[in-house]
């Protein structure tokens, strides 16, 4: 768990310095573990609550995220007693993973009170708990009675106690001097259980660093708890700190800032998590999709090799026709001169049948698989069609956000291939990415068949200049200028394309562009495949971090 307690100090440090004695305008649900609270100061801030029991965290985000009409019981409690309250304090228990943030509000007869807002971050045991100002629970997300088990009773009207950690404060600097007096690192590597709110990866981090510094144990580790230096770690496995991970050195990356540091790693891990959840039936269909036409494909292919078989077919019934004369009933297989190379050729009899009976065999097994060729070859044709169908729409899945796949999922139903769900509300058009490159010319990106369609083929101009990852599934790019475009322009419209399309991992990526009077649409398919010509090639590294900056301009 990368959110540990040092993170979290950081963390503090920034809501503190931001959203103190600023004002709680909205409270949003997303979903049943994570909450956003709009606060406004002399600007508005975001502030994510995460309860989820594996990535339990607090703090502002940059993000944009889908809000629920219809706010869950909780939310609405929330919106109760803290909408229109003061942020008047911020703080964390010792160095554990909790915070409180205390807050002003007004009660039902207007009257002035308190209220704190506890966010415990503990993973499996992440709470969001609202006390008054005497510490007595009014609600809480999760509830514990005191017969549950559990070392706390969290139920309405019983009495706040924050979570007992008997270990030591690594920022209390005398207990740390009186504990590292008689540290030993020959027999003590489990750090993790001396101290509170510390993290295996900080731990190992240490050992590294002591291992290598001609510092005391105190010194370095001193050193590292006050370190600031926003780092992530995408090899071997995705992990990030707030100070320098000196003992990873494989794909590492710095940020200006925790915020944008926990906004970069989360947006990754719970895109994968948000797929898993809300469209786990949509991708475990289009993985089977695509396996299934791989099969059909690998059987038809099969099939149409028979085309080799077919006039040997017909020449094994000329050649018994011509020899008649030569073959008698009972005969296993005959060997006969091949009159069109003067070779001899074995061709291979049923004894029950006579000769003429033999030679309309085969002649029969000629018509037949010359019947079927041309009805094979159709479906090959239609099976290809589904598996580019299907690898489109997992690439789109790839980037969806909640009410793009919604969008998928209700294309995939008006094509019959999912059954219909009852909706009681009609579902808005998600709407496609729209940015700027540096010379302030605009750029259209769809990220689905709906808005591949509605950029490419209801806004765009025909000079408008149209791009696309070349023979892969990916996105339409719509630069709304004509040709000739800048070198600038061309880089950034084939970032677009390239980094929302199924080849964004990869290194020189071809891209080809050309104006919208080129596209067409191709009939009669699923999805919005075109067909396009007169273009040009460029080859492109996709950038993420400049995909980002470009499509969140907002992140600081």
């Not at 009495?159 to 590292?180: C, G, T």
């Not at 769900?421 to 689905?448: C, H, M, Q, W, Y």
């Not at 596209?519 to 996709?542: A, L, Q, S, W």
Request: glycine share 4%; proline share 5%; hydrophobic share 35%.
């Amino acid at each position: 768990m990368s959110f540990d307690g040092v993170t979290l100090r950081h963390v503090v440090a920034d809501l503190q310095s931001t959203i103190t004695h600023g004002r709680i305008n909205k409270i949003y649900q997303l979903n049943p573990s994570d909450f956003l609270l709009v606060i406004r100061t002399n600007q508005t801030h975001r502030v994510l609550i995460s309860i989820h029991p594996q990535y339990s965290r607090i703090h502002r985000t940059f993000e944009d995220f889908d809000t629920p009409a219809h706010p869950p019981m909780f939310c609405m409690f929330l919106r109760k007693h803290l909408e229109g309250g003061t942020i008047e304090k911020i703080s964390q228990n010792n160095n554990d993973r909790v915070v409180t943030i205390t807050l002003k509000t007004r009660n039902e007869l207007g009257d002035l009170t308190h209220k704190h807002l506890i966010v415990e971050t503990l993973g499996k045991d992440a709470n969001m708990i609202v006390t008054d100002a005497h510490n007595s629970i009014l609600d809480a997300l999760k509830k514990t009675g005191p017969f549950d088990g559990h070392d706390r009773t969290i139920t309405p009207t019983a009495k706040y106690v924050y979570p007992i950690d008997q270990r030591i404060n690594p920022f209390d600097k005398v207990a740390l001097e009186k504990f590292f007096k008689s540290f030993n690192p020959a027999s003590s590597r489990k750090l993790i259980h001396d101290f509170s709110g510390v993290s295996p990866l900080l731990i190992q981090e240490f050992f590294h660093r002591l291992s290598r510094q001609d510092e005391t144990p105190y010194a370095v580790f001193n050193a590292l708890i006050n370190e600031t230096q926003y780092t992530l770690v995408s090899c071997p496995k995705r992990a990030y700190a707030v100070y320098q991970l000196s003992h990873l050195n494989n794909n590492l990356e710095t940020h200006p800032s925790v915020v944008d540091l926990l906004d970069v790693f989360h947006h990754a891990v719970e895109h994968t998590q948000q797929l898993k959840q809300s469209a786990k039936d949509i991708v475990d269909f289009v993985d089977r999709q695509i396996d299934k036409q791989k099969d059909k494909l690998e059987k038809l292919v099969k099939q149409l090799h028979r085309d080799e078989t077919m006039d040997a077919y017909r020449l094994y019934g000329e050649l018994l026709q011509a020899n008649l004369h030569a073959v008698k009933k009972g005969d296993r297989n005959v060997e006969l001169l091949n009159y069109y190379d003067n070779q001899h050729i074995t061709i291979p009899l049923d004894i029950k049948k006579t000769p003429i009976e033999n030679s309309l065999h085969y002649f029969n097994q000629y018509k037949k698989i010359k019947r079927s060729v041309p009805f094979i070859k159709k479906q090959y044709r239609l099976a290809q069609t589904e598996l580019n169908y299907f690898r489109l729409i997992e690439s789109q899945l790839e980037h969806a956000r909640l009410s793009e796949i919604e969008s998928i999922r209700e294309e995939l139903e008006n094509h019959r291939y999912l059954k219909p769900k009852k909706r009681t509300t009609k579902r808005k058009s998600a709407p496609f990415i729209t940015v700027k490159d540096s010379l302030g010319i605009e750029i259209l990106v769809g990220k689905n068949n709906e808005q591949n369609n509605i950029i490419t083929h209801q806004i765009a101009h025909y000079q408008h200049v149209f791009f696309h990852v070349k023979e892969a599934p990916g996105a339409h790019v719509v630069v709304k200028h004509p040709l000739p475009l800048s070198e600038t322009t061309i880089r950034t419209a084939a970032q677009l394309a390239a980094y929302y399309s199924k080849m964004r991992l990869s290194s020189s990526v071809p891209v080809d562009y050309t104006s919208i009077k080129h596209v067409k649409k191709i009939p009669g398919k699923h999805g919005c495949f075109v067909r396009y010509e007169g273009h040009k090639t460029i080859y492109i590294d996709p950038d993420e971090n400049f995909v980002n900056a470009l499509v969140n301009p907002t992140k600081k």
